[in-house]
């Protein structure tokens, strides 16, 4: 990416940033799908998932912001929808399980989910996922990646909190 580019995503960065500390978080959801759009127009559709990656549909002239506001954020979900992992899922796992019911398939609802919770999804939450990994006896597996764009975490290895 260029300079242009930089600056271009800097600043979609800082109005969300802005509207966050607004607590204005519908609008920095959007804000947020229009600063992807940044993103992967400068960036030539970088994965947001692995950055080592481009995404088929960045060539596509579908908005990406629109896409979020008007299909519950499928773009976020669908890579977690793959064959193998739906076959998975909604086969030996369900099975397993022996409570889903036929009806019922994994990854069904998550659109409907991710809409229900636009807004909450850009709320600050550090402080309440640290009181309830301090208050309670929960085991947490915590796992994150440096080839993730939304949550780079560069360094961390994974660990167990118990």
Not at 46 to 57: D, L
Not at 61 to 87: E, F, M
Not at 128 to 140: E, F, G, K, R
């Amino acid at each position: 990416m260029d300079n242009a580019g930089f600056g271009a995503i800097n600043a979609s960065a800082h109005a969300v940033k802005e509207a966050i500390q607004n607590q204005d978080y519908k609008k920095a959801a959007v804000l947020w799908a229009q600063a992807e759009d940044v993103v992967t127009k400068v960036t030539n559709g970088v994965s947001f998932y692995n950055i080592m990656q481009t995404r088929a549909s960045a060539s596509s002239s579908t908005s990406k912001s629109a896409l979020y506001l008007n299909n519950g954020g499928s773009q976020h979900l669908s890579p977690y929808h793959t064959d193998k992992l739906s076959a998975l899922m909604n086969g030996g796992i369900k099975e397993m399980l022996r409570i889903v019911p036929q009806n019922v398939s994994w990854g069904g609802q998550s659109s409907l989910v991710f809409e229900a919770l636009r807004e909450d999804f850009m709320r600050p939450v550090t402080g309440i996922v640290d009181s309830l990994l301090n208050q309670t006896s929960l085991a947490v597996n915590v796992y994150s990646g440096q080839l993730d764009l939304i949550v780079d975490t560069m360094g961390r290895i994974p660990f167990l909190r118990i």
